[in-house]
């Protein structure tokens, strides 16, 4: 009789369940486990996921696992016709949420996947290789090209490969005179964008994602093209101070 993998349980047949997991054909995981054959709560909470999207019954979705989630994973064993129901369904409900979600929201998540990514030599990142392209990579800042990304990312039409959306005292003159699809706001929603002023010379130096307040007249934020713990530049959270900045909010 084979046991069932649960919290506290060590070893190869673990190690394979991870593996698994990391490769899960029904759905990307939310997290990739760092493989080491230790059943701890993130693999347990990635066993709830991959039963989740593959149509197991509320009662069925426990961090547990045993060798049907295993065959599953390995499409050894095909799913059900109600698991395959039950998938069609909340595939169909995550995509209507999906779709219901405001732009500035869907740019902010798309920010937040990024956050970690560092730049190499010269500027070298997605994002101005996504903006250069097919050009190769101009070392240029890239702080306000990640905002356009983002935005486009979330479907946005406003936010262009331009030099509209590249320099900062551009994208606040358009936001003060509301024109180009972006606007200013007092009251900054999680994701709207912003532009700040470092040296206190009244023009901006810097841009940003909103992503929520914080104590003393400060707020949350991602940003590209920032240093990071480690020294290195890249995408990072930070705090910021919001006497500082023009929030911005992107209509389309």
Not at 44 to 60: I, L, N, S, V
Not at 133 to 155: L, M, T
Not at 218 to 241: K, Y
Request: glycine share 10%; net charge positive; aromatic share 8%.
């Amino acid at each position: 009789m084979t046991t069932t993998l649960r919290y506290g349980s060590r070893g190869a047949r673990v190690t394979r369940l991870q593996r698994a997991l990391n490769a899960n054909p029904y759905h990307a995981p939310h997290r990739k486990l760092v493989v080491d054959g230790a059943f701890g709560p993130l693999t347990g909470a990635a066993c709830q996921q991959a039963k989740y999207w593959m149509g197991y019954t509320k009662a069925g979705i426990r961090p547990v696992a045993g060798d049907p989630l295993l065959a599953y994973l390995n499409k050894t064993r095909p799913l059900t016709d109600h698991m395959r129901a039950r998938r069609k369904a909340r595939l169909a409900k995550a995509a209507a949420a999906a779709a219901a979600k405001p732009l500035r929201a869907k740019a902010l998540s798309a920010a937040k996947a990024d956050i970690g990514v560092v730049e190499g030599p010269r500027n070298a990142i997605k994002f101005n290789a996504w903006w250069c392209d097919p050009r190769p990579n101009d070392g240029g800042a890239y702080c306000v090209r990640a905002g356009s990304y983002w935005y486009v990312k979330a479907g946005s039409t406003a936010a262009v490969r331009g030099s509209r959306w590249e320099n900062t005292d551009a994208l606040l003159e358009d936001a003060k005179h509301g024109r180009g699809g972006v606007h200013l706001t007092s009251d900054p929603k999680l994701g709207d964008g912003f532009v700040i002023d470092w040296d206190g010379h009244a023009n901006p130096d810097h841009f940003g994602l909103y992503s929520g307040s914080a104590d003393a007249g400060q707020f949350h934020s991602v940003e590209a093209n920032a240093t990071l713990a480690n020294g290195r530049q890249g995408v990072g959270a930070h705090t910021r101070p919001a006497s500082q900045c023009w929030f911005i909010v992107v209509e389309r």
